[in-house]
C-alpha cells in the first residue's frame, strides 16, 4: 500500500498550479539543506548537553542544588548552541540576502547588490584557518565591498560540488529576480 503523505519528494502532478505552502517569497528561507558536516557537529553538541542534563540530574539528587544550576546552564549553552549551528548559513527572500554566521548575521537588500558571481580562490575549509583552493560564491556590493556567502568547502558543501552548484545557481537566479536589474 503506497503511503506517499509520509515522502517530502513525490512527484506533484503537472497539472498543480497551486503554489506550494512553503513558497512564499517574503519568508527568509535556505536555498539549500544543511550539509552532513554542520548536522553531526549539532548532532555531537546534543548529544553531549544529553550527557550535561543527565550529570545535572544526578547533581540534584545528591543535593548539591548550586552546581546543579551551573550544569544546567551550561547543558542550555550546549543546546542552544548546537540550535544556532544549524541556523549558520545563507538565507534568501525577496527582500535581500541575509549571511548567518554564529555570532553575527549580514543583511543585504537585493538593490544594494551590484552582482553576485562564483569565483575560484582561496578558501577556508570548514571554516578554519587552513585554507585551500576551490569556489565561492561572492555578493559584490555598489561600493565595492565583497561578501563570500558561500564556499564549497564550507559545512555544507564539503564533498558535494554538485549541491554547492545547485545552492549557487539559485542564490544568482534570486538575484536575477529580485536584484537591482530586475527592478529596472
Known amino acids: 500500500m503506497p503511503l506517499p503523505?509520509?515522502?517530502a519528494d513525490r512527484?506533484?502532478?503537472?497539472?498543480?498550479?497551486?503554489?506550494?505552502?512553503f513558497d512564499d517569497h517574503d519568508q527568509w528561507r535556505r536555498p539549500y539543506r544543511p550539509g552532513p558536516w554542520r548536522v553531526g557537529a549539532a548532532a555531537l553538541a546534543l548529544l553531549l548537553a544529553s550527557f550535561v542534563l543527565l550529570a545535572a540530574v544526578i547533581i540534584v539528587a545528591a543535593g548539591e542544588t548550586p552546581g546543579a544550576g551551573l550544569t544546567f546552564?551550561?547543558?542550555?549553552l550546549f543546546i542552544l548552541g548546537a540550535l544556532r549551528m544549524l541556523r549558520v548559513?545563507?538565507?534568501?527572500?525577496?527582500?535581500?540576502?541575509r549571511r548567518v554566521r554564529f555570532f553575527s548575521n549580514t543583511t543585504v537588500a537585493w538593490q544594494q547588490t551590484a552582482e553576485v558571481r562564483t569565483a575560484?580562490?582561496?578558501?577556508r575549509w570548514l571554516g578554519l584557518p587552513r585554507t585551500v583552493q576551490g569556489q565561492a560564491l561572492i555578493l559584490v556590493r555598489h561600493g565595492g565591498e565583497q561578501i563570500t556567502l558561500l564556499t564549497?568547502?564550507?559545512?555544507?558543501?564539503l564533498s558535494r560540488v554538485e549541491a554547492f552548484d545547485?545552492?549557487?545557481?539559485?542564490?544568482?537566479?534570486?538575484?536575477?529576480?529580485y536584484g537591482v536589474?530586475?527592478?529596472?
Open 181 to 184: 536589474a530586475a527592478t529596472r
Open 152 to 157: 564549497d568547502h564550507n559545512a555544507d558543501f
Open 120 to 123: 575560484q580562490q582561496p578558501v
Open 5 to 7: 503523505f509520509l515522502t
Open 89 to 97: 548559513g545563507t538565507w534568501v527572500s525577496r527582500h535581500g540576502v
Open 11 to 21: 512527484a506533484f502532478d503537472a497539472t498543480d498550479d497551486v503554489a506550494l505552502p
Open 73 to 76: 546552564g551550561l547543558a542550555a
Open 166 to 177: 545547485r545552492a549557487a545557481d539559485t542564490v544568482e537566479a534570486w538575484n536575477a529576480e
